[in-house]
């Protein structure tokens, strides 16, 4: 049970939304989206979010797209994960979904709401850092597009009252090779202990993390030293190591040193994947 009243809205256009967001907040009362429901409603159970008003988003047309479109995928922030997955517009995605939660909960959860989350692991938006994605943001002068990488660091950097609209990537990214490889601490369902998600260009690896450290992140440099190709395999991988660019989780999933052995042996699983296992 939530333990205080809130009210409920369901606009229908951006527009709408935008502008209930501004008047809500004038009235003080700390309003929020809703798209999914499932943190909020959890959250909000133990006074985690506390809110005067929800704005559902699952009513506007423009967070609901699912389609390609002249060689571009366009994902509405509203739409399910499930949904998205049994399109199979977008492979790598439906992989990085299809290990979140369960069939029934992935039902809910959407992916602007796995994006947006308060949650530390957000896997959603792996595949969408790799792909070099962009948003689509609606904000109280408009819509604007822009590259993923720049406004997502650590989580996605928006303005009061912005909320994410759409993702659009091109289809030349959405068909590279890719790999995605989450470990659990134990069972089929659950958060991460680490997943790895790794793309390749033009034989250059990219990678992403969640679950290694308190956000998930992509980070040049560690992708510059797993493509130095002048040293060993494990070299590479000592040096990324040393790349990481926060303290490495320590957690009930598990210690920071066994997360940094089951690193180690991904990022070699996922270089012998495309460099072949002799390569030294
Ligand atoms: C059993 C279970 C297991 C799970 N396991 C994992 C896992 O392993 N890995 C993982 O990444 N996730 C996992 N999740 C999902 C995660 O915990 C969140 O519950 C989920 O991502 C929230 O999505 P939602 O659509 O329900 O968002 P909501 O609850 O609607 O919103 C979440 C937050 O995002 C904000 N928000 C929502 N939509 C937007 C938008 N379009 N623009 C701006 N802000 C927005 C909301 O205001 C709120 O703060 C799991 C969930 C469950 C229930």
Redesign the pocket.
Known sequence: MISYDFEYYKPTSIEEASQLFQSLDEQGKEP???????????LGRVNQ?ITGAVID?KGILE?LVLKKNENKVIIG??QSLTKIREVQLFPFLSKAIV????HT?RN???L???I????I????VLPLLLTNSQVVIASHNGLKQLPINEVFNQKLK?EKGE??VQTITEQSEVDLPFLCVKKRRQWD????LLTVAALTSNEYIKVAF?GLCSFPFRNQLIEESLNNKQLSKETRIEEAIQRIPAPILDDVQGSAEYRQFVLKNTLLDVLDAWEGEGNA
Do not use: H, M, Q, W
């Not at 692991?121 to 959603?124: A, I, Q």
């Not at 369902?189 to 991460?192: F, Q, S």
């Open positions: 929020i989206y809703f798209s999914g429901g499932t943190e909020v409603i959890t979010i988003i967070c922030a509203a290990e979140i939660a369960d909960a809910k959860i959407t602007g709401g796995n947006c989350a308060n949650i692991y957000r896997e959603t928006l909320f994410l369902v659950g958060y991460p969640s």
